[in-house]
């Protein structure tokens, strides 16, 4: 009987690692695509910021193409295409001192996204994604507006991108 080398006690591994990590992604991504056309978002909230769309736009297409390895593209055949529209933009009161002060407010901010997956139609998706925070009363909205803007945008980023490719 011929002896195993050595070396093949270390290649049998390295083959069934890389045989079970086709299409998974560090991030839990489930990848079957090569390319995806993220749409810009339509503003179609009743108070319009100007630059809101372009903004959330971003911090999606940042956050799928970073984690998920795809090309971007503006095919209408990509494997996958994400299209939307910002429904709410607004602000509210959230907490009251006394019977008639405000001491909390609320942004609010909803995007109903349309998902198309090509490849797997099963996983394609229309859904509302809604994230909020809140800020002291005693501040003026334009004055906290963007940072407001930018940790809603990173948790609306995050929502959608694991509905579309993590499947929670």
């Not at 503006?74 to 299209?83: G, L």
């Not at 429904?87 to 942004?107: D, I, W």
């Not at 940790?151 to 579309?164: E, P, S, V, Y």
């Amino acid at each position: 009987m011929m002896p195993i080398k050595p070396y093949l006690f270390f290649l049998l591994p390295l083959l069934l690692f890389h045989a079970g990590c086709g299409i998974y992604s560090f991030s839990g991504a489930t990848i079957e695509g090569k390319n995806i056309n993220i749409r810009q978002l339509e503003n179609r909230s009743a108070n319009v910021v100007p630059s809101l769309s372009s903004v959330l736009t971003q911090k999606i297409r940042s956050r799928i193409l970073s984690q998920t390895g795809l090309a971007s593209t503006t095919k209408d055949d990509a494997d996958y295409d994400m299209s939307g529209a910002i429904t709410t933009y607004a602000v509210s009161v959230t907490g009251v001192q006394g019977a008639q002060v405000a001491t909390k407010n609320r942004l609010t901010i909803s995007l109903e996204v349309k998902f198309t997956n090509r490849i797997n139609d099963k996983s394609s998706f229309t859904q509302t994604f809604t994230r909020f925070a809140d800020f002291d009363a005693s501040q003026l909205l334009q004055s906290v507006e963007g940072k407001l803007i930018e940790d809603i945008g990173n948790q609306l980023a995050d929502d959608i991108f694991n509905k579309a490719f993590v499947n929670w």
